[in-house]
């Protein structure tokens, strides 16, 4: 069966969200918390994060990376996925971000899963040993995600999951000119990861454009 242009609409992501469980009160509660202490309201959709959870299940990943941690909802919701023993480590450059996210993820029901580290992720994550790592999600700064994406591609185990936000750029991959100066980052990200040879992964339209990828066995 042929694709159909314009199949997935605004309606389809509404469709799916409804029917997506959403977060619960103390999830809610961070976000308020997050928006009061000034903190972007941009952590990905509820749908996006229960999908994530879903991959990290089916991999059954124990050790987690991620790479920009905001107010820590992403790596809450991805640490409910572990099993007892796992452990997601997100790296966040911002003080006040970081100090709110230990805050929160040590008040949540999985706070022996979670470790904020504050730091550059560039000078943190070749610390990891090579090919340790299950799972790592991408959402930081655009401009470096190729570097991001190199680092992955040492620590994560052959068979291991590759996941990176924002591939629709925010909603303006197809704008001209865009308003967001790190679009044209994504773009060439979006083209640099489609060359892989590490990875076959695929972008998912869930939130704004979530790529999903397996490192090869062979890589």
């Known amino acids: 069966m042929s694709a159909v242009s314009g199949v997935v609409t605004g309606r389809h992501f509404e469709y799916l969200a409804r029917r997506t469980v959403g977060d619960d009160a103390f999830l809610l509660d961070l976000k308020k918390a997050a928006s009061a202490a000034g903190i972007p309201a941009i952590w990905i959709a509820p749908e996006q ?23 820590g909802y992403a790596a809450i919701r991805m640490a409910r996925a572990l099993p007892a023993g796992g452990r997601v480590r997100t790296f966040e ?5 970081a100090e709110f996210a230990h805050e929160w993820a040590g008040r949540s029901d999985v706070a022996t899963r979670v470790e ?14 090579a090919s340790s790592v299950d799972a790592a999600f991408i959402d930081a700064d655009k401009s470096s995600y190729p570097r991001y994406l190199k680092e992955c591609e040492r620590i994560l185990k052959p068979g ?22 790190e679009v044209p980052a994504v773009r060439a990200f979006n083209d640099l990861l489609a060359k892989s040879t590490t990875f076959q992964s695929v972008i998912v339209p869930l939130g704004d454009g ?9 890589a």
């Open 49 to 71: 994060a229960s999908f994530l959870q879903i991959l990290l299940m089916l991999a059954r990943a124990r050790e987690v990376v991620e790479v920009g941690t905001l107010a």
């Open 210 to 218: 979530c790529w999903v990828g397996v490192k090869r066995a062979s």
């Open 160 to 181: 291991g999951l590759l996941t990176v936000d924002n591939a629709f750029a925010f909603g303006q991959l197809f704008d001209e000119p865009p308003t967001d100066r």
């Open 93 to 97: 450059i911002s003080r006040k971000h």
């Open 116 to 129: 904020v580290i504050l730091g550059n992720a560039l000078e943190e994550l070749p610390k990891i040993a």
